[in-house]
């Protein structure tokens, strides 16, 4: 991808802040999304779920960048991605 490409995707990004919806009883607690993120916007709760497991939670404040790896490697489906107009 060329440089200008690459700056264009980011500028268009830079618009957006995003959050997560983690459907915390689905959760198997495997980690996949807390080492596939990049920037570090997850962890393991101290709490556990209804299973007895420890979920995951979004870190407050966290810069997600909506890049999608935690959605796609979680194998239980409970992550979406909430896009959010900045200033709101
Ligand atoms: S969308 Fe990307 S940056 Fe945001 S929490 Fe998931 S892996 Fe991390
Ligand atoms: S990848 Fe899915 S099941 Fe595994 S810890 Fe993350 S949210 Fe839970």
New binding site residues.
Partial sequence: MSQSKINRFKSRHKKNS?S?AIDREKCKGCGL?VM????N??KLSDKFNKNSTRFVE?IPGSK????????FICPESCIE?LKEKEGK
């Fill in positions: 995003f997560l999304c596939y993120c990049p920037l916007c997850l979004f997600c960048c909506g890049c999608g790896r935690c959605f991605i």
